[in-house]
């Protein structure tokens, strides 16, 4: 299943699935970018990253893909399992001085039995 | 060990009160950052300090004081309580000198009664 972000910001998807989480952020200038995870009762969790000379990252099981010409950012979750049901927040960093994280609205990731 | 934590956990206070809510980082890093979850589970970005030093201060009302007694611990003191207050504060820090992701605590759930 695929959700776009801030249009569509629940996402449910069957048990051993593939997910795709999208995100579109706001400022050209970012070059790096994270994707978190956040269970219900806690913190956002890092789950991959990438920076803005690259387009693709892979991790175990998940993939972010960055397309600066559009500014748009994918979170691509393989073989989705019951534990995978969250929040998923994009981030997007601006470098300079005032280092801070710009999050996204987040989409809620329900992931059926 | 916990990286960043934050205390307590949950807050129950009346209007127009004055709470503290602690935060202490173990992981060494220079910046720290209070950011404020709402309803909806937008994350905003309220204060960042490096080394103890004041770096960003989004539009937060001067009820909100963030103090650094040292760079692994940023206290937020609220002042004079109201309703709309009421949120999840999340504490977090990141490395400075290079994109990294920050670490978050487990959250303040703050209810303003």
């Known amino acids: 299943g695929e959700s776009v972000g801030l249009h569509l910001p629940t996402l449910s998807v069957q048990e051993g699935d593939n997910s795709i989480i999208n995100c579109a952020y706001s400022n050209s200038a970012s070059d790096y970018f994270i994707w978190y995870k956040q269970e219900s009762g806690k913190g956002p969790q890092f789950i991959i990253d990438i920076r803005s000379n690259m387009d693709k990252r892979q991790g175990q099981r998940v993939t972010v893909l960055l397309n600066k010409t559009v500014k748009h950012l994918s979170l691509q979750i393989a073989a989705t399992q019951p534990g995978d049901s969250a929040v998923y927040f994009c981030a997007e960093n601006l470098s300079g001085s005032a280092r801070q994280l710009t999050f996204g609205s987040g989409t809620q990731l329900t992931v059926l039995p | 060990d916990t990286a960043v934590s934050q205390t307590p956990k949950y807050l129950v206070t009346q209007m127009g009160n004055d709470k503290s809510i602690k935060c202490e980082q173990n992981?060494?890093?220079?910046?720290m950052y209070w950011y404020k979850q709402d309803s909806k589970k937008f994350l905003k970005i309220m204060f960042s300090?490096?080394?103890?030093?004041?770096?960003i201060n989004e539009t937060v009302p001067n009820r909100f004081s963030p103090k650094s007694p040292d760079k692994a611990h940023l206290n937020l003191h609220i002042n004079s309580l109201e309703l709309g207050d009421s949120a999840v504060y999340f504490c977090?820090?990141?490395?400075?000198?290079?994109?990294?992701?920050?670490?978050f605590g487990q959250g303040t759930r703050l209810t303003v009664v």
């Open positions: 977090a820090s990141s490395q400075v000198g290079g994109n990294s992701e920050a670490f």
């Open positions: 992981l060494g890093h220079d910046t």
């Open positions: 300090y490096n080394n103890k030093e004041l770096i």
